[in-house]
Each structure stands twice: as structure tokens, then as C-alpha cells.
């Protein structure tokens, strides 16, 4: 039986949720939207691949980077050789990431909802946001996907088309693997990740296989 602390806690965890999509995201704060908005149009068409642009220099540099350690973020290596974020995951080795173009995302946010142990990570400001717990699917509607807070731990108004790229990533962290699914916007800054949960020191084995078949999926 859920707790009045219990019920407390989860409407904390989901407006802080809300708070940083729509910080990290730059997405306006906007009326709730009704399912009814699912009929109108939304620009899901594929376009040009969006390019994270590297200088030769920063190429060989977050090159050398990643090969003097493996394990450090991402988001320390581009903030040391002044680049975005995605150029640096762009330039992992194939078998640390894998990228999905944007207009894929309703495929890949399907299949991230069938994840039975994730953990939701939102950086902005210098402030992390962890939500633990399945995603929530939901429905297009005047440009936004919709989640339901009321069907769903909770809710949000998602912006697939400023998205540049989506990233599997299998890499290390200090000293244990790790397995996310990545998203950037159209400047290379992260917008959330998901991340395969753990129990104790190890990956949730039914997450972690189904990462690997959302890698085999696209890998194709």
C-alpha cells in the first residue's frame, strides 16, 4: 500500500522531471495537451543528417582522448577541447556508439518503454536529475510527443524535431560498463539519457538484453 510519503515523493520526482526536459530541452513551458491533438500534423519526415562539426585539431585530440581513457564522459572531454558533446560520442569507436537518426524516435521510444529497470538522467546547469522506473509512452500532437501523467509515472511534452541525433552508447565509467540510450539536440548538447539500471554493482539482466537488441535492431 503506497504511503502518503510514497505518493509525495513521486509527485516530487515527476515535476522535478518536468522542470529539467523543459530546461535541458529549451522547451516553452505550454498548456496540457489532449489526446485530441494527436490528429494534428507533425513534421516526422527525414532531412539532412545534422553534422557535429570537428576541426582537424579537435579531431585528433578528443581521438587521442578517448584512447588515453575510455572511461571519461563525454561531457568532460568536450568541455576540455571546447566542442559539443555528440561530436565527441560521434567519434567513439563503433563498438562503443551507435547513432539513430531523430526520425526514428517514436521506433526507439517504443522500445525504451518495454525497459523494465531504467534510469532516467537529466543534466542541466550542473544539476543531475535521476528518475528511476519505466518511461511512458504516448501520442503526437501540434509537434509535441505527450505523455500522460496520469497514465504513466510521469509526464511531459517532448520535442522530437529539435533533436539533432539519438546514441546507443557501450562504454566504460569508472571501472564498470555502462549502456545508455542518448539524446542530443541540433547543437550537440544531451538532452537526457537512459540508462540501463543496475542491481548493486551489476546491470538489471532483462534491461541489459534488451538494450542489446535495440543495438542489434538498428545496427542492421
Do not use: C
Not at 209 to 216: I, N, Y
Request: aromatic residues 10%; hydrophobic residues 40%; charged residues 20%.
Amino acid at each position: 500500500m503506497k504511503t502518503h510519503a510514497d505518493t509525495s515523493r513521486t509527485i516530487y520526482l515527476a515535476a522535478t522531471l518536468a522542470i529539467a526536459l523543459l530546461a535541458a530541452a529549451s522547451i516553452p513551458l505550454i498548456p496540457a495537451i489532449s489526446s485530441a491533438a494527436a490528429d494534428d500534423d507533425t513534421d516526422t519526415s527525414a532531412s539532412n543528417p545534422v553534422t557535429f562539426p570537428l576541426t582537424s585539431d579537435q579531431r585528433s585530440a578528443v581521438a587521442n582522448a578517448i584512447k588515453e581513457d575510455p572511461g571519461t564522459l563525454p561531457r568532460v572531454i568536450a568541455e576540455e577541447h571546447n566542442v559539443s558533446e555528440a561530436a565527441v560520442v560521434e567519434a567513439l569507436p563503433d563498438d562503443m556508439s551507435l547513432r539513430i537518426e531523430p526520425e526514428n524516435f517514436e521506433a526507439v521510444w517504443a522500445d525504451l518503454a518495454t525497459w523494465e529497470k531504467p534510469l532516467l538522467i537529466v543534466i542541466a546547469s550542473g544539476s543531475v536529475f535521476e528518475v528511476p522506473g519505466p518511461l511512458g509512452t504516448g501520442d503526437f500532437g501540434r509537434g509535441y510527443y505527450n505523455i500522460d501523467a496520469e497514465a504513466n509515472a510521469w509526464g511531459g511534452h517532448l520535442k522530437p524535431d529539435n533533436l539533432g541525433a539519438i546514441y546507443l552508447i557501450q562504454k566504460p565509467f569508472r571501472g564498470s560498463d555502462t549502456w545508455q540510450a542518448a539524446f542530443y539536440d541540433k547543437e550537440g548538447a544531451r538532452v537526457f539519457s537512459l540508462y540501463v539500471g543496475r542491481e548493486g554493482d551489476d546491470p538489471h539482466g532483462p534491461t541489459l538484453e534488451a538494450f542489446e537488441k535495440l543495438w542489434d535492431k538498428w545496427q542492421s
